[in-house]
C-alpha cells in the first residue's frame, strides 16, 4: 500500500475519517458524554476509538497520545504505527495536526503500516492510501517540511525491511549488488561494485574465504555521499568523512560448520547490517546531510558446496594478517575485517560497522536492544544517544583488553572463533573486528543480531525484518557539522 501524504486547512469533500490527537484526561469538550461512556477510551498511547460521524459525514477517530507531559518523539511514533493499523479499512484520512510533531507522525505511521507481501497469491495488492494533515495557513509550510523528513526516513527503513524479507534465493550478492547500483543512480551516490576477480585482485582474503563454498559469487559494494559544498577530497564542507560498514552476508548456512534446521529459516536476514547501511545513505541527499559518508558493502552466502573453506584453513586479509578458520560460522568478522581495512584506508574520522554478528549479543540484551562497542568513548556516547532519539536503543558492552589472548593461534595470528568458551562470545567477536580498525581512528560497533528481526507487530515494528540501526544512522549524521560531536 502507498501512503500519499497532503497539507490541507480543512477536511476535503470526500474525507472518510478524522483522526483527533487526545492526550489522557483531555478528551474534547464538544464530544457528547454519550458517546464515549463504556468505552473505557481515556488517552491511553496508542489506543484508538472510532465513533460515527454526525449525519453520516466523517467518522472520527479518536488517537491517545498518553500524558501531555510524556508527549515526546516516541510516544508520537508509537501511536501513530497503532494508528496505521487501526485504520486499514480507509483510503481517504485526515490528522488534525495540532501541536504534533509531524516527522514523527509521518514515520511511525508509515512503519506501523508495513507489509510484506510480494510472495502471496490469490489476493488484490491494498489500494493507495490518502492522509490529509490539517494544519493552519501560517504552518503549512513547516508541516510540509516536517512530513518530507518524517516519509523519507521511513522509507529508508523500509528499504531496509523489503531487502531483508527478500527469501535468500532471490537476494543474491550479485542481484543485492544489482539493486544497490540502482538505487544509488536516482538517490545521488557514488556506486562501485567490486566483482570476484577485483575482490581477489584487492586480497580481499576474508571475502573470498566466506565464499568459496557458494556458486554465488561475491560482490563488494562502495557507495559514497558527497554534500553539497565538499572540498577536493570529497569530505563535506567541515572537512569531515565518515564510513559506514554493513556485513552482508546474503544467506548464511555456516559453511561447513553447518546451523541446525530450526537456525537456517531467518538466515537469509544476515544481510540486515548491509541493508540498514543502503537505507540509511539513500535519504542522505534529500535530508541535506552535511558530511560525507563512505558505505562498504562486503557481499556474499556462506554455504557448504563442494570446496569450502575447511576448519583449520588459515586466510589472509587484506592488510596481510593471518587468521585461522575455527569455526566456519564465525564468517560476518571475517567479511567486516576486510571491509574495515578498505574503509580506513579512505582516511574516515569515524567508522561504524552494523552486523548481525552473535547470538550472545542477543542472549545478554534481547530482541530490543542492539549491543555497542568500540574503542571511542565519544563516538558510542553519541551512537548510543542517536538511537535513543531514533527508537533504535542500543547498549555499551566493554572490549576488554584482558581477553584479547583468546584470539590467539598456534599457527596463524588470529582464529576466528574461540573454541571451548561460551563466555563473552560477543566481546570476543568485537576484538576481533578492532584488530583491522587503524589506530587513532574512532569506531563503533553496533551487534544487530538480536533486533533485526521482529517476531509480531509491536509499535513501530512489524513482523519480519525491522530494518534496525537505519534511523540510528540517519540520525547520527544529520547531527554531524563541523565537530562531529556536535549536535544542529
Not at 23 to 46: C, K, M, N, R, S
Not at 137 to 154: H, I
Not at 285 to 303: F, I, K, Q, Y
Not at 444 to 469: K, Y
Request: with cysteine; glycine share 14%; proline share 7%.
Amino acid at each position: 500500500m502507498t501512503v500519499r501524504w497532503r497539507v490541507l486547512g480543512e477536511p476535503a469533500d470526500d474525507t472518510e475519517a478524522v483522526v483527533v490527537p487526545v492526550h489522557t484526561g483531555e478528551l474534547p469538550g464538544w464530544l457528547p458524554a454519550a458517546l464515549l461512556a463504556g468505552t473505557g477510551f481515556d488517552g491511553t498511547a496508542g489506543r484508538t476509538l472510532q465513533l460515527p460521524g454526525p449525519d453520516g459525514g466523517p467518522v472520527t477517530v479518536l488517537l491517545g497520545l498518553g500524558p501531555r507531559a510524556g508527549a515526546d518523539r516516541a510516544a508520537v511514533r508509537g501511536a501513530a504505527a497503532r494508528l496505521a493499523r487501526a485504520v486499514t479499512g480507509y483510503r481517504r484520512l485526515a490528522v488534525r495536526a495540532g501541536a504534533l510533531d509531524l516527522g514523527q507522525l509521518a514515520e511511525g505511521y508509515l512503519l506501523g503500516g508495513y507489509r510484506f507481501a510480494g510472495y502471496r497469491s490469490g489476493g488484490l495488492p491494498a489500494p493507495d492510501q490518502r492522509v490529509d494533515v490539517l494544519a493552519g495557513p501560517q504552518e503549512q509550510a513547516r508541516a510540509q517540511a516536517s512530513l518530507f523528513t518524517g516519509r523519507r526516513r521511513a522509507e529508508a527503513v523500509l528499504l531496509a525491511r523489503d531487502l531483508v524479507n527478500e527469501p535468500g534465493g532471490v537476494l543474491t550478492p550479485r542481484t543485492f549488488a544489482e539493486r544497490a547500483a540502482k538505487l544509488a543512480a536516482g538517490a545521488g551516490l557514488e556506486c562501485e561494485v567490486w566483482d570476484g576477480e577485483r575482490i581477489a585482485a584487492e586480497r580481499l582474503g576474508g571475502l573470498l574465504g566466506v565464499a568459496r563454498g557458494s556458486l554465488e559469487p561475491p560482490r563488494l559494494v562502495r557507495l559514497g555521499y558527497r554534500p553539497a559544498g565538499a572540498g577536493p577530497a570529497g569530505a563535506g564542507p567541515g572537512g569531515r568523512r565518515i564510513a559506514l560498514v554493513g556485513k552482508g552476508v546474503t544467506f548464511d548456512a555456516g559453511g561447513l560448520s553447518l546451523k541446525p534446521n530450526a537456525q537456517l529459516a531467518d538466515m537469509k536476514a544476515d544481510m540486515a547490517g548491509a541493508a540498514a547501511v543502503l537505507g540509511a545513505m539513500s535519504v542522505l541527499a534529500d535530508l541535506r546531510c552535511p558530511v560525507a559518508v563512505d558505505g562498504w558493502l562486503p557481499l556474499t552466502e556462506n554455504m557448504p558446496n563442494a570446496d569450502p573453506t575447511r576448519i583449520g584453513d588459515v586466510l589472509r586479509m587484506r592488510d596481510g594478517t593471518t587468521v585461522e578458520i575455527r569455526n566456519a560460522d564465525a564468517e560476518g568478522r571475517l567479511i567486516l575485517a576486510d571491509a574495515l581495512l578498505l574503509a580506513g584506508e579512505s582516511g574516515p574520522d569515524a567508522i561504524i560497522d552494523l552486523a548481525t554478528l552473535t547470538d550472545a549479543a542477543a542472549v545478554a540484551l534481547g530482541r530490543r536492544i542492539a549491543a555497542l562497542m568500540g574503542n571511542d568513548r565519544a563516538l558510542t556516547e553519541r551512537v548510543m544517544a542517536a538511537g535513543e532519539r531514533a527508537g533504535e536503543p542500543n547498549w555499551p558492552l566493554p572490549l576488554p583488553d584482558a581477553y584479547r589472548g583468546q584470539l590467539a593461534s598456534r599457527v596463524a595470528d588470529l582464529v576466528n572463533y574461540t573454541i571451548g568458551t561460551r563466555h563473552g562470545t560477543a566481546l570476543l567477536a568485537g576484538l576481533f573486528l578492532r584488530e583491522f580498525v587503524p589506530p587513532g581512528v574512532p569506531w563503533a560497533h553496533l551487534d544487530i543480531q538480536g533486533t533485526a528481526l521482529a517476531d509480531g507487530d509491536e509499535g513501530e515494528w512489524t513482523a519480519g525484518g525491522t530494518g534496525f540501526g537505519v534511523r540510528t544512522l540517519i540520525e547520527l549524521l544529520l547531527e554531524v557539522d563541523a565537530d562531529p560531536g556536535a549536535q544542529r
